[in-house]
């Protein structure tokens, strides 16, 4: 069964994560942007490699989970890491409000459609999380599931633990059967945040990007956080763990989430196929007839 790699970003497996610990920024010797790209876009080599034998090994699925809040640069990120990857090999799938039929199954129903193949790369932009994050701070949005045991306010801590847990679950079984789950929470400080809005707004090649729905959520910050510090606390386990990367420097984000990546699928212990005895008698004598055939042209 996988497990999880190190980095000084990994968040602990004993529920002990505190948001207030976790850095929005580079340590001090960071080097700077240019070195940061250029070690990027080794990186994004190297997962090219690694996402051919990764397909061609066809024992592995890899699942990487992105959550943030707004302005974070969860789809920047994406792109910026899995450019060189055969888009064949992976499918990135982004979970905004939920459709009727969605909400007429259970709250894992719509991500668990959408999971990878063996082979493949599979990327949540934002996920089954959302139902202990978004819906945690607007229980409101409860009233549209329509679950049978509708929980008073005074009971609403159990429904997330109980979420937690089949989150947990899930996740475990997920492992169990040979998908690899990596999730990266894109922690952006609340100040680098209003400097993005504030880009949006006053970058008319940006503007399409603001939402003042999102500067409305921003207000609710100390109740996201609480959020995101249950949610990590609770579910990063060695079989799929929560790495907290610093999100106010994107280049340096962009490579820490490459970085363990590449030490993901170098973990996995994948392998070209060795071609059977059968099989290399037929390319032995499919040589030889196109060599002959190359004789004859001559």
Known sequence: MFHAPESPYLVPFDGGFRVAGAPTVPPPATPGKKKLEDRLEERVDELEELQRKLYADDHWAVLLIFQAMDAAGKDGTIRAVLS???PAGFQVYSFKQPSAEELDH????????????????????????????????????????????HPPESALDELWRSRYESIRDHELHL??????????????????QRRRFLARIDDPKKNWKFSAGDVREAERWDDYMAAYQDALAETSRPWAPWYAIPADDKPFMRLQVAEILVAVLRSLGLRYPRAEEEQVREMVACRELLEGCGREEG
């Open 175 to 192: 492992a169990r059967s040979g998908t690899a789950v990596v999730k990266f929470w894109l922690n952006i400080s609340r100040g680098e």
């Open 84 to 86: 060189g990857v055969n």
């Open 106 to 149: 259970d709250f894992l129903w719509r991500t668990a459609v959408r999971l990878p193949e063996r082979g493949r790369i599979g990327v949540f932009n934002r996920s089954y999380y959302e139902e202990a994050l978004v819906v945690r701070v607007h229980p409101g949005f409860l009233d549209a599931q329509r679950l049978p045991f």
